[in-house]
Every structure is written in structure tokens, then in C-alpha cells.
């Protein structure tokens, strides 16, 4: 059974910086592209970040480049998300994400194309 589990998630002030993990197990990973995704009540899920298989290759939405690093180790099978500089419009939950064959690339993930596999989600809350 595959399981995508996410950590990491909490209560921090304006500014603060978070870094949140997702580590796959049931399946290595190492093979495919990774997403982290958002979700606030009452909208529809958003692209934050996605990464290659490699690390070589990162895809961001735009309000979060600058702020927002994706890696990943995959020895370890996991996914990280840096997040520092956070903003209150930053709180949500956090899910990541992968696809289902691995010919998906950041890009596909961007345009929410080939998800599989989903986290139960990481709550993060940003105060003023």
C-alpha cells in the first residue's frame, strides 16, 4: 500500500520559515516527479512547487518563487518543502503529491496532469 506522509506543519508568525517533509513509503519514488500542493477551505487545491526525479529540475507558482525551495533525498525517499519569508495567504494545508508514471515532469505536476498518489496533508498557519 502506498502511503505519502507529511510533516512538518504548525503555527508561525509573519516572516517565520517552516520546512515541511513528505516521505513516500510502499514504493520508491526516486524514479518521479514530486508536487506540493495547497488547499484553503472553500477553494480548489493549488500548485506550489514541483521536482524531477533528479532535483535537477524545479517548478514553482509564481507568488511563492523566491520564498519557496523544493528538494528532495531520495535515499531516504522523501520530498522537503523550505518555506521561508511566510505570508498570512501562505496558510493552508499542505499536500504533496505524485504522479502516476514517471514520464511526468515538474510542468505536468504544474498543470495538475498524471496525479496519483496524495499525503493526508500538513496544516500550516501563518498570523499576523
Known amino acids: 500500500q502506498v502511503q505519502l506522509v507529511e510533516s512538518g506543519g504548525g503555527l508561525v508568525q509573519t516572516g517565520d520559515s517552516l520546512k515541511l517533509t513528505c516521505t513516500a513509503f510502499?514504493?520508491?519514488?526516486?524514479?518521479?516527479?514530486m508536487g506540493w500542493f495547497r488547499q484553503t477551505p472553500g477553494k480548489e487545491r493549488e500548485f506550489v512547487a514541483a521536482i524531477d526525479w533528479s532535483g535537477g529540475s524545479t517548478y514553482y507558482k509564481d507568488s511563492v518563487k523566491g520564498r519557496f525551495t523544493i528538494s528532495r533525498d531520495n535515499a531516504k525517499n522523501t520530498v522537503y518543502l523550505q518555506m521561508n519569508s511566510l505570508k498570512p495567504e501562505d496558510t493552508a494545508v499542505y499536500y504533496c503529491?505524485?504522479?502516476?508514471?514517471?514520464?511526468?515532469?515538474?510542468?505536468?505536476?504544474?498543470?495538475?496532469?498524471?496525479?496519483?498518489?496524495w499525503g493526508q496533508g500538513t496544516l500550516v498557519t501563518v498570523s499576523l
Open positions: 503529491a505524485a504522479p502516476s508514471t514517471v514520464v511526468a515532469g515538474p510542468m505536468d505536476l504544474g498543470e495538475y496532469k498524471y496525479l496519483e498518489w
Open positions: 510502499g514504493r520508491t519514488f526516486s524514479d518521479y516527479a
